[in-house]
């Protein structure tokens, strides 16, 4: 009779899991919930309820699939880049970066120029420029790590320090 509990428990977990995995490129922070049936039907679209709509479709509609045969704005020839895991840095740690910028530097600043790929040498120049910066990545309690980090690419390109680190 415990065998049976144990893995009953095991199987719901287990079909939890499975459940929720279309839901966890939305949940992580990314903008991006990849390619798929879900994201051309959300193309254009912001907010949590698009994004897991958008997450989950392409998981039920078997996004491995579009990828393989190309469609639904899915190739297999793209680049795979960094910049997921410099948004769920930026995300998780949001709160900390806009201190650490506000002030200049620290830790969460130091881990972003390092995700930026921001070399020592140009790391006190890039700490001055988004400390200077402050207000224009930030510019109310609402913004966004996505609207931050298209500011932050803005103020890089017009510094010729720091252009050759934008993102894209």
Do not use: W
């Not at 966890?24 to 994004?51: F, K, N, R, W, Y």
């Not at 491995?64 to 410099?86: F, P, Q, Y």
Request: charged fraction near 15%; glycine fraction near 14%; include cysteine.
């Amino acid at each position: 009779m415990k065998r049976t509990g144990i893995r009953g428990l095991m199987a719901v977990g287990a079909f939890a899991f499975v459940l929720g995995a279309p839901f966890q490129a939305a949940l992580a922070g990314d903008d991006d919930v990849g390619c798929g049936v879900g994201t051309t039907i959300m193309e254009g679209e912001s907010g949590l309820v698009p994004h897991l709509l958008a997450s989950f479709t392409n998981g039920v509609t078997f996004q491995s699939i579009s990828l393989t045969l190309g469609v639904m704005g899915c190739d297999a020839n793209d680049t795979i880049t960094a910049d997921a895991g410099l948004r769920k840095f930026a995300s998780g740690n949001i709160d900390r970066l806009s201190r650490d910028i506000a002030v200049g530097g620290g830790e969460s600043l130091d881990v972003f120029a390092n995700l930026l790929g921001v070399t020592a040498q140009d790391r006190p120049a890039f700490a001055q420029t988004v400390q200077a910066n402050f207000g224009v990545l930030f510019p109310s309690g609402e913004t966004t790590v996505g609207e931050m980090l298209n500011s932050l690419d803005s103020v890089m390109a017009s510094d010729e320090r720091l252009a050759r680190y934008v993102r894209g």
